[in-house]
Nanobody, 127 residues
Framework: QVGLVESGGGLVQDGGSLRLSCAAS????????MGWFRQAPGKEREFVAA????????RYADSVKGRFTISRDNAKNTVYLQMNSLKPEDTAVYYC????????????????????WGQGTQVTVSS
C-alpha cells in the first residue's frame, strides 16, 4: 500500500503562486514515477506534470509549461509542484499520483497508468 497526502492548496489571486506538496508513506518512493493531475468542475481529470523515478526527467501539459515546475526529494518521500503565474483556468482539485513504472526514465500521462492517488487539494485562482 502507498499512501499519498497532498497539501499546499488554497485561494490565490490571478498571477499568484502556490507550492503543492505530496508526502508518500512508502519506503520505496524512488520506485515510482510521480504525477500531478487536476480536475475542474464538469471536466475530466487531466494530466498536469510528471517526474521520473530518479527525478532526471520531467514532462508537462502544454497548458502549464513554463509556469509550473515539478520536483521530488526521494530522501523525504515528497514530490512538489511549484505553480507560478496562476490563472483562473488553473482552478481545480489537484491530485498527486504514483506510477509503479519499472523504467528509471519512464514518464506516463494517462490516469490509468497510476495506481495510487491522494485525496486531492483545492486550488482556487480568483479573477
Amino acid at each position: 500500500q502507498v499512501g499519498l497526502v497532498e497539501s499546499g492548496g488554497g485561494l490565490v489571486q490571478d498571477g499568484g503562486s502556490l507550492r503543492l506538496s505530496c508526502a508518500a508513506s512508502t519506503l520505496r518512493f524512488s520506485s515510482y514515477a510521480m504525477g500531478w493531475f487536476r480536475q475542474a468542475p464538469g471536466k475530466e481529470r487531466e494530466f498536469v506534470a510528471a517526474i521520473s523515478r530518479s527525478g532526471s526527467t520531467t514532462r508537462y501539459a502544454d497548458s502549464v509549461k513554463g509556469r509550473f515546475t515539478i520536483s521530488r526529494d526521494n530522501a523525504k518521500n515528497t514530490v512538489y509542484l511549484q505553480m507560478n503565474s496562476l490563472k483562473p483556468e488553473d482552478t481545480a482539485v489537484y491530485y498527486c499520483a504514483a506510477d509503479p513504472s519499472f523504467g528509471l526514465h519512464v514518464i506516463r500521462v494517462l490516469t490509468t497508468n497510476y495506481d495510487y492517488w491522494g485525496q486531492g487539494t483545492q486550488v482556487t485562482v480568483s479573477s
